[in-house]
């Protein structure tokens, strides 16, 4: 079983910055792609960014384009989220996952692998 463990989440002003970590540990599979998803109140979880094994591609919900990259350092079996530029609307729990499927994979289903969640709270 693979264990996904999410940090870095808080309380932060509009325009502020944080930064997400997901370790994994126990039973590693293959070259996992891992996606950072996101769940606000009432609303559906949606996939906010992925990144392949390699780092060699990425993929950013149109909503934190060029606010927030995602990152990976397989050595540490750690993946991070940088959020900059924070909006109140990015208020959610943030979660991190991990793929089998090779590429930048879509879709909840997906992932086979969840963390916990941690929850970012960004006010106005």
């Known amino acids: 079983q693979v264990q996904l463990v999410e940090s870095g989440g808080g309380l932060v002003q509009a325009g502020g910055s944080l930064r997400l970590s997901c370790a994994a540990s126990?039973?590693?599979?293959?070259?996992?792609?891992m996606g950072w998803f996101r769940q606000a109140p009432g609303k559906e979880r949606e996939q906010v960014a992925a990144i392949s094994w390699s780092g060699g591609s990425t993929y950013y919900a149109d909503s934190v384009k060029g606010r927030f990259t995602i990152s990976r350092d397989n050595a540490k079996n750690t993946v991070y989220l940088q959020m900059n530029t924070l909006k109140p609307e990015d208020t959610a729990v943030y979660y991190c996952?991990?793929?089998?499927?090779?590429?930048?994979?879509?879709?909840?289903?997906?992932?086979?692998?969840w963390g916990q969640g941690t929850q970012v709270t960004v006010s106005s």
């Open positions: 126990g039973r590693t599979f293959s070259r996992p792609a």
């Open positions: 996952a991990a793929s089998t499927l090779l590429g930048v994979p879509r879709e909840r289903s997906n992932y086979l692998y």
